[in-house]
């Protein structure tokens, strides 16, 4: 006796049908979503990447050095002040984010011993926080791209040069971010020497009155040759006297003058060799006129 097994008719048992096949995986990464290990990998393959200056790094730089003062829990009362190594290392971490080719070294310079050194920095600016944030203007330098380090003259390095006045940080902050002016375009005052700065750097604006910040420091700025009332009395200088004063004045306007086209006429009539006659003319009513 022979077993249908439904194959004459079409029917198949459920266990005859095989499986539908499952579908493949087509979804793709959007390319806007990377590995968090992408975000990492230097832009230039030849060499690590070498982040810009922003204001954020320089404030994560000045967090430190204000938390490192708040742990010694003393003010600094000398040029040099002990720091712990760890916090010597997390500034080191620090400062190697910026390079030496982009125009600044915001690093605090360290001694054998582990004490802060001398030269000035832009993290060291922390160190007058009582008063770094008290002025306007200041907040805005802050916020600004050094340029250069704040270098101090030979004879001003060995003291101690008070950077807890608000005016002294300005000053620091104006010679770390402002214009160089070398040679003859710098003032009077640093081409004498004066001043705790090697260089004369002014910011070119109205801040400060145009002053550098060599004259700026100890409230000092009215002395710059630079500075916007001195480069006023220079144009223009004061006469002696009041009787100079009226000439200059007479002077000017005879200048501003145009010459006439014309000759005034002379006064009185020509006479052509007759005999002059008199003028009638009145005194006390009585006529006066020759009879």
């Not at 040099?80 to 290392?89: E, N, Q, R």
């Not at 009215?222 to 007479?250: F, I, N």
Request: hydrophobic residues 25%.
């Amino acid at each position: 006796m022979e077993q249908n097994d439904g194959s004459a008719d079409g029917w198949q048992s459920p266990d005859d049908i095989p499986p539908p096949p499952l579908p493949q995986a087509t979804e793709t990464v959007p390319a806007e979503v990377a590995s968090p290990q992408q975000d990492l990998l230097p832009s230039n393959p030849t060499g690590p990447a070498r982040p810009s200056i922003t204001a954020e790094v320089l404030r994560e730089a000045q967090a430190i050095v204000d938390r490192a003062q708040r742990a010694r829990g003393t003010n600094r009362t000398a040029s040099h002040t002990k720091i712990s190594p760890s916090i010597k290392a997390e500034l080191d971490a620090q400062a190697t984010l910026i390079t030496d080719d982009e125009g600044t070294m915001v690093k605090d310079e360290f001694e054998d011993d582990g004490s802060v050194g001398e030269s000035f920095s832009f993290p060291e600016l922390e160190d007058a926080a009582r008063g770094i944030h008290k002025t306007h203007a200041l907040a805005n330098l802050l916020t600004m791209t050094p340029k250069r380090t704040a270098n101090l003259r030979y004879n001003r390095r060995k003291g101690y040069i008070n950077i807890t006045r608000a005016v002294n940080v300005e000053a620091i902050a104006i010679q770390m971010t402002g214009n160089l002016h070398m040679g003859k375009n710098a003032c009077d005052s640093c081409k004498k020497g004066h001043g705790p700065f090697e260089e004369c750097v002014s910011l070119g604006s109205n801040f400060a009155s145009r002053a550098c910040g060599g004259c700026h420091f100890s409230s000092e700025g009215t002395r710059c040759s630079m500075h916007k009332t001195q480069s006023a009395t220079l144009t223009k200088a004061p006469t002696k006297d009041k009787q100079s004063r009226k000439r200059h004045v007479q002077e000017d306007q005879s200048e501003e003058d145009e010459p006439p086209i014309w000759k005034p006429a002379k006064k009185g009539k020509k006479s052509y060799g007759g005999p002059a006659t008199e003028q009638p003319s009145t005194r006390d009513g009585e006529s006066c006129t020759p009879m």
